[in-house]
C-alpha cells in the first residue's frame, strides 16, 4: 500500500473530511508532504477540498476502494431496472481487483524528497526489521 | 419515547483515530527514527508500521535581503526559510534554485563532515533543516539514533562539538538523541549476513569514514578528511572551472568505467582524482590495521561500500582495481556495494535505533 493510498483511506475514514494536520500526524509524514499527496489526489478527483487544508472522499474516491475490494459495492435499488445492476456486475468483471492501482507511486519526482518507490520501501522495511532482530541477539551477547 | 443519543462534538487529540468503527483504537504505531547529517545532504529514515520512509534535504542555504513582498513570495511558494535580522535565508534545495538565478554559489553550513567554523549562519540553517526533515517528536522523549563520524587521522579537528550541537537541536525537538558512528551504520545496514563483521566504508561529501567491527563490536573507526569535496575542488582546479560544474557533473553522468578513455578533460581529471581518494582511503586503512592490535579471523573479511561518492557507475570496478594495487594486511572478501548508496548510513541508524527500542522495550 503506498502512501497516496493510505492518505487516501484516512480521509474516507473520516466522514466529515479531515484537516491534513490530522493526517500529518497520524501516518507521521511532513505536512507539506501529505498537503501536496492531497493536492495529486484533488486532481485525480479521487478528493475534494472543502477549504484549505481540510479534504473529504469523492465519489470516485470511494470507487476506488470499491474497485480493491476493501468495501461491498452498493447496488442501488432501481426497481424493475435490474439490467443496469447485472451490467454493472459485468462491468466489475472486466476489472478486477488484482488489477494495478491507478495511483501510481511517484516520490521520486516529489520535491519533498520520498526518493525510493512504494514497493522498495516495503521491501526495505522488512529488511531492517530482521536485520534490527538479528543485531538484537548480538547485542544481548 | 425513542430514546435519542446526543453526540458530543468529537475533541478528538493529534494522535488518535479518525474512523467512526476504530474509535478507542490508535492507529499510531511507535516510531523509531534515524537522521544522518551530511556534508551536502540530510537524510532522514523512520520506521511505521512495515514499511520505511526515507526523506532527504539539501544541506545548504541561500541569503537574500529581506522585504514583505519577497517573504510573501516564498510563503506562497512553499519555499523553506528562515528570518533572520533583515536577511531571508532560503535553505535546501531551493537554494541551488535561488543561487543559480542570482549566479551565485550557496553557502554550506558542514565543512570536511561537520559544522563549519567559517560560516557564521551554519547553526539555525542546519536546525531549521533538520527540523523539516523529521518533524517534532510525537512523543516526548521519542528515540532518535543520528550519525556521527569519527574523529579524521590526517585534519586537526575533533567532532565532539558538532556531535553535541546536533544532540541539541534533536533534544529541543523533543527527541531523546543518541550518537552511532558512521562507519558502523553501513556495517548495520550492509553487513547483516556477515553477522556485522567486516569493514563499512562511508563516502560522503566532506569526509570518508571508516569502520571495523567484529560481530556489530566496533574494533576501531576512523574519518579521512577527503571525499567528494575534495575531488570537486581538484578538478575544479586543474580544469579551470566552477565546483558547482563539477559537483553537478559528477552528480548526473559520470561513468567511472568510460572516464579514462574519455577525451574530456573533466572526465580524466574525475577518474584520476577518485582513484586516488580511493588509494588514499585504502592506504589510511592499512596504517591502522598496523597500528592497532589484530583480531584472529577465520574468514575473509568483506567491505561495504556507501556514500553519494560511492554511487557513480564503475566505482565498484575501481575501487576493486586499487585494492589490488593497495596489499591490506587481512584477506579481503566479498566488497559490496550498498544497494542505495544514499541512504545506507541512515538505514543503518535506524536499524541500531529499531534493535535498541525493542530490547529496552
Known sequence: MNTEFEVLKKIFQARNGVSIKLISNHLGFGVDYIRFICKKLEEKNLVKSKERDWYVIAPRGKGEFERRGLIKKSLRKKGPKMKSSVWQVVKMKETPSSQPSKIKPDFEKTKEGYNLLAAQKLKIGKKIEKAAAFLRNFRRV | MAKQKKYKK??????????GRREGRSLVAPVVKGLDVGTAFIYSAQKAGPEVAFKKERNAFFDIEHSDFTEDILKKSNVKYALKGNRL???????????????????RPLRDGVISPQEEDALPVIELIIKSVLGTS???GELIYYAVPSSPVD???????????IKRFLENLGYQAKPINEGLSVIFSELA???????????????ANVCFAVMALPVFSFSVARAGDWIDEQVA????ETVSKITAIKETNLNLNLAEYSTDKIDQALYIY?????????EQIKNE????????????????????TAKPKGFLPMFKAELEKTKLPFEVGEIKLASHPLFSVVKGVLIAGIAESKKSS
Do not use: C, W
Open chain 2, 138 to 140: 510525537r512523543s516526548n
Open chain 2, 237 to 240: 582546479r586543474v580544469t579551470n
Open chain 2, 289 to 308: 590495521f598496523e597500528k592497532n592490535p589484530k583480531p584472529k579471523l577465520d574468514k575473509p573479511l568483506p567491505i561495504a561500500l556507501s556514500g553519494g
Open chain 2, 89 to 107: 535565508y532560503i535553505v535546501g534545495e531551493d537554494a541551488i534554485k535561488f543561487a543559480n538565478v542570482f549566479s551565485k554559489n550557496t553557502r
Open chain 2, 155 to 165: 585534519a586537526d579537528f575533533d567532532i565532539i562539538y558538532h556531535q553535541n550541537i
Open chain 2, 193 to 207: 549476513k556477515d553477522n556485522f563483521t567486516g569493514i563499512g566504508i562511508s563516502l560522503g561529501g566532506g569526509m
Open chain 2, 274 to 282: 577518485y582513484s586516488h581518494l580511493i588509494g588514499y582511503v585504502l
Open chain 2, 10 to 19: 468529537s475533541t478528538r487529540g493529534p494522535n488518535e483515530s479518525l474512523g
